[in-house]
Nanobody
Framework: QVQLVESGGGLVQAGGSLRLSCAAS????????MGWYHQAPGKQRELVAT???????NYADSVKGRFTISRDNAKNTVYLQMNSLKPEDTAVYYC?????????WGQGTQVIVSS
């Protein structure tokens, strides 16, 4: 079992920045890929960015050049640095981790970008 706890969400003006963190606990010894997804009201959950254990990254086109995902394996923590935020980035952001073939999710952290 893996538990994920997100932090760092909040309210920010357009053009501003936020940094999300997700700390994993439990059976973290072989967590593979970790990532961030977001879900806006009335929409499906969508991928934002993923990072492999070795550091390979993947981004949604909508966030390329603005968001950066990083990972500290020693701390079992994944980060999402979000710059140049836009109102359309408003959503609940969820941390995700794959461990022994199973996907785990955090409870989410709200990000609101005002125009």
């Amino acid at each position: 079992q893996v538990q994920l706890v997100e932090s760092g969400g909040g309210l920010v003006q357009a053009g501003g920045s936020l940094r999300l963190s997700c700390a994993a606990s439990g059976s973290t010894f072989s967590i593979a890929a970790m990532g961030w997804y977001h879900q806006a009201p009335g929409k499906q959950r969508e991928l934002v960015a993923t990072i492999s254990r070795g550091g390979s990254t993947n981004y949604a086109d909508s966030v390329k050049g603005r968001f950066t995902i990083s990972r500290d394996n020693a701390k079992n923590t994944v980060y999402l640095q979000m710059n140049s935020l836009k109102p359309e980035d408003t959503a609940v952001y969820y941390c995700n981790a794959f461990h022994l073939g199973l996907a785990y999710w955090g409870q989410g952290t709200q990000v609101i970008v005002s125009s």
